[in-house]
């Protein structure tokens, strides 16, 4: 009679185990079957080998040639410079938002989609006076297909009704529009590289320019290196500026609210000068002629 053995993993430790596995951004599997990659190709065994000191030297300055040589290093700034390309042309062929989405959701020039579930482009009214602009998804956008869904979503939505808007609100007045720099969720929630955020930069152009906001508001360092070509949002928060030829100002992302509550209070003093500045866009002029037609 052999004795009882405890398993080895029980239910309860395998789902804390697969939940660490998926915010780490290993949500699918990718291979049927383990891979070992100590293993030797089978191009590389067959191959013949020569003692060390049968085999031709190389001279120092061919090893430094071959390292500098620009002919290594052209192709990858040539691709980067073609997806950008490709990226303003399919931009600027997007008659309406709808094309926009459609095109964005078919570029295949960053990697990121690869390991995306959903491809996220926006949330709230299109015709909305005021646009957010965020940096990309994380796991709970992912999964949702939507922008600003989470911890930090949730945030936001109370902060924007604190001022009397929200994303779901019908007239253009009281309600926001919401996107981020990218539509595809970066591995582990991590933030967008600057290649990444430089080849989508046409398509948040475009997306700006078809929804024509009055106000882009800028929340984190991407979306101020988008929009602005700086990055420093505790020093640029809350400091109007002119992108997409119209006002924008920067505020500290929600996600960096929840991990620092005490910049919940310069976070206010932002939503109170977009609250005056959407009021005097609103506000009727003195010839009688109110600045609310889009």
């Keep these: ?62 090893a430094l040639a071959a390292k500098e040589s620009p002919a290594q290093t052209a192709p990858t700034a040539s691709a980067a410079d073609d997806a950008v390309a490709q990226a303003a042309a399919l931009a600027a062929g997007a008659a309406d938002l709808a094309a926009l989405a ?29 646009m957010i602009l965020g940096e990309a998804p994380g796991r709970e956008e992912d999964i949702a297909g939507r922008p600003f869904v989470g911890a930090a979503g949730q945030l936001l939505d ?22 981020n720099v990218l539509p595809w969720r970066p591995p582990g929630n991590r933030e967008p590289e600057p290649a990444e955020i430089d080849v989508f ?9 078809l929804a024509a906001p009055d106000i882009v508001v800028l929340m984190g360092n991407p979306a101020c290196q988008v929009a602005l070509g700086q990055r420093g949002i505790l020093r640029l928060r809350g400091h109007w500026a002119q992108a997409f030829d119209r006002p924008a100002l920067p505020m500290a992302h ?24 959407l009021d005097d866009i609103l506000r009727p002029r ?9």
């Design 158 to 179: 109370r902060m924007l009704a604190a001022i009397g808007l929200s994303r779901a609100a019908p007239d253009p007045e009281s309600a926001v529009y919401i996107t």
């Design 102 to 130: 459609e095109a964005m959701a078919g570029f295949d020039r960053c990697d990121l989609r690869l390991g995306a579930r959903s491809f996220v482009f926006a949330d709230g009214n299109p015709a909305a006076r005021v």
């Design 201 to 209: 930069r046409p398509f948040v152009a475009r997306h700006v320019e």
């Design 254 to 277: 929600p996600a960096y609210l929840l991990r620092n509550p005490a910049a919940k209070r310069e976070a206010w003093a932002d939503l109170l000068a977009l609250r005056a500045r």
């Design 1 to 62: 009679m052999q004795p009882d053995v405890p398993p080895l993993l029980d239910s309860a430790t395998a789902r804390a185990l697969l939940d660490w596995q998926i915010e780490l951004g290993a949500d699918e599997p990718m291979l049927d079957a383990p891979l070992n990659r100590y293993e030797l190709p089978d191009s590389l065994k067959a191959a013949p080998t020569q003692p060390e000191s049968q085999q031709p030297a190389a001279s120092h300055a061919d």
């Design 286 to 294: 003195g010839d009688g002629n109110p600045n609310t037609q889009r």
